[in-house]
């Protein structure tokens, strides 16, 4: 093969790689952005509240339990019941758990970020059964001795509580104090509470409210025997997280609304809480559900994608240069194709620039357009031929929109981008079917004897 046409394509394909630096450090530019958004959030969070999780209540009894041991004195030569004591607390969850809740969103704005926040109003009520305190009385009798129990809610951030909250238990009101008084898990409230009766199974229902504020995530945990949380919010785009998702939900243009039914069968509850007793709180306190409040539109996401694509759109555009030459015996200078290349990989610094100022969409139409009429200005100076010139503007003008439609497509972008590639690839095929190379090859290096026809109008 004619070594001209070898070393023009090797050019070509070392103008392509080095294009990927630019390119690189494009990316690095996305990541920096993403590295402040993180910044801006953890800002938020200082000042307001972060994530939120929700466990609880659980019903926390401490006792001590007195037991003999027959030891040898050896003063007296002769055996003793020396009687020991250990504290222990028996964790008890509620019969059944509804908590209903209203969440007031708005965006918070750290420089060019915004932080979707809550607050809101939960509603929580239900019923606790002393039936495993009875067994442990009637099983070890008099030498149980019981303390008064509390009822404990463990909250991930307690600054999010801004109004301090009252227990209605059993018909009766008690206070709620910071602090979860779980030595392992600091963070929560409890509430001390009077003396539980042991002789017989009675229920206790319970309710409170909290006002609840928080960043993004709200999260609740299945520890009723039946659990059953509702919530509605005035965000439209939720993301439902955790172990669980919602059994009901409905998701409008503005709001959205959940529900929740578990029961202690499927979550595993009453084996995770006998673990927590023994200080293994971790799959306890993980085994949760909830909503994430997600802005759809996260223009680094997009942007970070729509680079991936990048190095096609260059490909394409040197393989239509270089189809050019052949084709319509023109010769291009390398520099030339760099600067188209330069043009299309400065659309994505312009397109992250843009989107942080206005929406992502219009952001995309300006970067597109700027790069389409440029592009196809330059292309009508080098080839002198306006049609050309127009060809190529609307085949990159298709490929902005059918990167677009990639972009906003999450679940289907791999099989539209896999469709996009394979139907370039057939096209360029379909275009060069009956392409003579080494005719093309002869041609090309007989054009460095010539001058072409560009080359002739500027002479």
């Not at 006002?211 to 939720?238: C, D, R, Y």
């Not at 409905?250 to 509850?269: E, G, N, R, Y």
Request: overall charge positive; charged content about 20%.
């Amino acid at each position: 093969m004619n070594r001209r046409f070898i070393f023009k394509v090797g050019i070509i394909a070392a103008l392509m790689l080095l294009l990927l630096i630019p390119l690189a450090m494009i990316e690095g530019v996305v990541s920096e952005r993403v590295f402040f958004r993180e910044e801006a959030r953890n800002s938020i969070s200082q000042s307001w509240t972060g994530n939120q999780k929700l466990i609880g209540p659980v019903l926390i009894v401490p006792y001590v339990e007195y037991y003999k041991k027959r030891e040898w004195d050896s003063n007296l030569k002769t055996y003793q019941n020396i009687t020991y004591h250990t504290n222990r607390k028996l964790y008890i969850l509620p019969e059944n758990l509804q908590i209903n809740g209203e969440v007031k969103t708005e965006n918070r704005k750290r420089g060019l970020y915004d932080i979707p926040v809550y607050a809101t109003d939960l509603d929580i009520k239900g019923t606790f059964s002393n039936r495993e305190a009875v067994h442990q009385a009637q099983n070890k009798g008099s030498n149980i001795k019981w303390k008064k129990p509390y009822l404990t809610i463990l909250i991930s951030d307690i600054r999010g509580i801004s109004e301090q909250p009252l227990l209605n238990w059993a018909g009766k009101e008690y206070e709620f104090a910071s602090g979860s008084a779980v030595e392992q898990i600091g963070n929560g409230m409890h509430a001390s509470l009077g003396e539980l009766e042991t002789g017989r199974i009675t229920a206790y229902p319970f309710s409170f409210k909290v006002n609840l504020k928080g960043m993004e995530k709200i999260q609740f945990a299945a520890v009723g025997k039946t659990t059953k949380v509702s919530l509605s919010a005035n965000w439209p785009h939720p993301s439902f997280i955790g172990r669980y998702l919602p059994a009901t939900k409905v998701i409008d243009p503005d709001k959205f609304s959940a529900t929740w039914q578990l029961s202690s069968f499927s979550s595993d509850m009453p084996r995770l809480i006998n673990a927590c007793q023994n200080n293994q709180c971790s799959e306890f306190t993980n085994n949760t559900f909830g909503v994430a409040l997600i802005n759809t539109v996260d223009i680094y996401h997009k942007t970070e994608r729509s680079v991936k694509y990048a190095i096609l759109f260059i490909s394409l555009t040197f393989i239509t240069f270089f189809l050019f030459e052949i084709m319509k015996n023109l010769r291009l200078h390398p520099m030339q194709y760099l600067l188209v290349g330069m043009s299309l990989t400065f659309f994505y610094l312009l397109l992250v620039s843009l989107s942080e100022h206005i929406a992502f969409i219009y952001a995309y139409m300006i970067a597109a357009g700027a790069n389409i009429i440029t592009i196809g200005i330059y292309i009508s100076a080098i080839l002198s031929s306006r049609k050309m010139a127009t060809g190529f503007s609307g085949m990159l003008t298709l490929l902005y929109m059918m990167l677009y439609a990639i972009l906003v497509s999450e679940d289907n972008s791999l099989l539209m981008g896999s469709l996009l590639f394979f139907s370039i690839l057939s096209l360029v095929m379909l275009i060069t079917r009956k392409v003579d190379w080494y005719e093309v090859t002869e041609k090309l290096a007989n054009q460095t004897a010539h001058k072409s026809p560009i080359e002739q109008t500027n002479g």
